[in-house]
């Protein structure tokens, strides 16, 4: 379940645009209006596409969910390909209604008019991308395990945050875990010491809440940050190329 006004609350910075631009506005409407819901980002990325069709008027409830869907999208590093820039400084949905229309037009429709029904099928057929904010670059072979491990043999940098974090939690016990006994690694040797057999485990543990549904689980994963789990996910990266090597060294060895 995604809760948008809740999400920003959890996520904005006060130095964002979004902050800066739509702040004032957002807390004053949350004060007498409900949260807007929805299952997850299929939905919500369903409804970003529908609140853009043409219409003679946009009343600030809509206004205002656009808004807040704009934030968790960019905030979740998704991009629009048609308009890669705009979840960036988004300005608000009569002008998007609008920037869809030109779009038409300059792909070649001289005439000028553009049909209430062609600027639906482009807003239906909008295409969301996200953007890999993962600064440390993962190998191939590292890729190929994360694929192999997920249930829907996804690349690493197409999966979610949260998705990153489950399956380098369970990529981490793939590489040690060897007969049902976990390998012996020479951390000092690999990493100088500064990655140890313990502070694996005390890894593994932070992020083991990412594997389940849970009520205690699920609020647990709340409690972190994007900025947390941007850390999170490039310290696993940097501790699973670890052992993946340590492991083919040691067998060729």
């Not at 043409?54 to 809509?62: A, C, K, L």
């Not at 960036?88 to 001289?110: H, K």
């Not at 190998?139 to 994360?146: A, V, Y």
């Not at 409690?223 to 190329?241: A, P, R, V």
């Amino acid at each position: 379940m995604i809760n948008t006004y809740e999400y920003y609350q959890k996520n904005i910075n006060q130095n964002s645009f979004y902050y800066f631009t739509f702040n004032n506005d957002i807390e004053t409407y949350f004060v007498f209006n409900e949260d807007f819901k929805y299952y997850d980002e299929k939905e919500l990325i369903n409804r970003f596409k529908v609140l853009t069709y043409p219409s003679n008027d946009y009343p600030e409830p809509v206004n205002m969910e656009f808004i807040m869907i704009c934030f968790y999208l960019n905030n979740e590093n998704y991009y629009i390909e048609q308009f890669p820039n705009f979840l960036e400084r988004p300005t608000n949905v009569a002008d998007f209604s609008l920037e869809i229309r030109e779009y038409i037009l300059a792909q070649g429709n001289s005439s000028g008019v553009v049909a209430w029904a062609t600027r639906r099928n482009v807003a239906n057929n909008l295409k969301f991308s996200k953007k890999d904010n993962t600064n440390i670059k993962v190998s191939d072979n590292l890729n190929q395990l994360f694929k192999k491990i997920s249930n829907r043999n996804a690349d690493f940098i197409l999966m979610s945050e949260d998705e990153k974090l489950e399956e380098i939690n369970n990529v981490i016990e793939n590489i040690l875990k060897i007969n049902n006994k976990w390998a012996d690694i020479d951390y000092k040797n690999e990493s100088f010491d500064f990655i140890s057999n313990d502070s694996v485990i005390k890894y593994r543990k932070l992020i083991h809440c990412f594997r389940h549904g849970s009520e205690d689980s699920i609020k647990e994963r709340e409690k972190i940050s994007k900025n947390q789990k941007d850390f999170l996910i490039n310290y696993g990266i940097t501790i699973c190329e670890l052992l993946l090597n340590a492991i083919r060294n040691k067998n060729e060895s």
